[in-house]
């Protein structure tokens, strides 16, 4: 059993205009076998936290501790800290021309548990994951996400998560930009991911309609830095229903 924890964390991103304080004072515990949804309005700082966790270099921490089974991975760079089982599914997948996807995750499997994994079992694992996520096996030599639709770079993201086996996974906005079709095939890649290697989840979603695929045990507000409320599978409907108006500071529009 693992636990990532997160104490009064605060952060900071470098923009045009300056450094900006977004994260003011999260708090988190997940344990593995979790499913955690962080729900919020755009603009929150949901995409911040994930990146802050990741080790992002345009997110500075200001204050606070994120431990890893009591390691503080606040200290470690992001290879560090994906060694250490951290994943991070982007909402804005990145390209990289050049680099294959089966390159690309063999060298970050390697990196990852510091050991290159046997090529004929690995290679049958990449296609059997391949072909759950309804990923044409074309797309193994297809440079990383270079020229893929949403959806497909969605799907290359969840392939990660299962070949990479990490002990928490952040899913940011996996959801979005799929269709009812995808949607179902990005879920169960993810929940079949969970059942092979129970890793906690931090799902953050702007939409209810996920919820219905990957089950959470807890739902979270995020709102204007940090969790604002905390409840059971119930307060996703609430959302439903009300909106992320009543989080917004005073004056804002919704989104
Ligand atoms: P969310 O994911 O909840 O929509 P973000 O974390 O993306 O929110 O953004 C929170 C705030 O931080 C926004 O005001 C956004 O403009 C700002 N921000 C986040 N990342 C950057 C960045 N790389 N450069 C400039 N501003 C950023
Ligand atoms: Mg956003
Ligand atoms: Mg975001």
Do not use: C
């Amino acid at each position: 059993m693992s636990t990532l924890e997160i104490r009064d964390l605060y952060a900071s991103v470098e923009t045009k205009e300056g450094r900006k304080q977004i994260l003011r004072g999260v708090n988190l515990t997940v344990n593995s076998g979790e499913t955690h949804a962080i729900m919020g309005p755009n603009g929150s700082g949901k995409s911040t936290l994930a990146y802050t966790l990741a080790g992002h270099p345009k997110y500075e921490v200001d204050s606070g501790e994120v431990l890893l089974d009591g390691e503080d991975i606040l200290k470690m760079t992001p290879d560090e800290r994906a060694k250490a089982g951290l994943f991070l599914a982007m909402q804005y997948p990145v390209e990289v021309p050049g680099v294959s996807m089966t390159n690309f995750l063999r060298t970050a499997v390697t990196e990852v548990t510091g050991k290159a994994p046997a090529i004929r079992t690995w290679a049958k694992e990449l296609s059997s994951a391949m072909k759950d996520l309804k990923m044409d096996p074309k797309f193994a030599s297809r440079s990383v996400n270079e020229g893929f639709s949403g959806g497909e770079k969605k799907r290359a993201e969840v392939l990660q998560l299962e070949m990479l086996k990490p002990k928490f996974a952040i899913l940011d906005e996996t959801d979005s930009g799929l269709d009812v079709d995808a949607l179902r095939v990005v879920s169960e890649g993810v929940n079949h991911a969970k059942e092979s290697n129970d890793f906690g989840i931090l799902m953050v979603t702007h939409y209810t309609r996920i919820l219905k695929y990957i089950k959470p045990d807890v739902v979270h507000v995020f709102a204007q830095g940090h969790f604002v409320k905390t409840g059971g599978p119930e307060l996703a409907d609430e959302l439903e229903e009300t909106g992320y108006d009543m989080y917004l500071p005073e004056g804002s529009d919704s989104e």
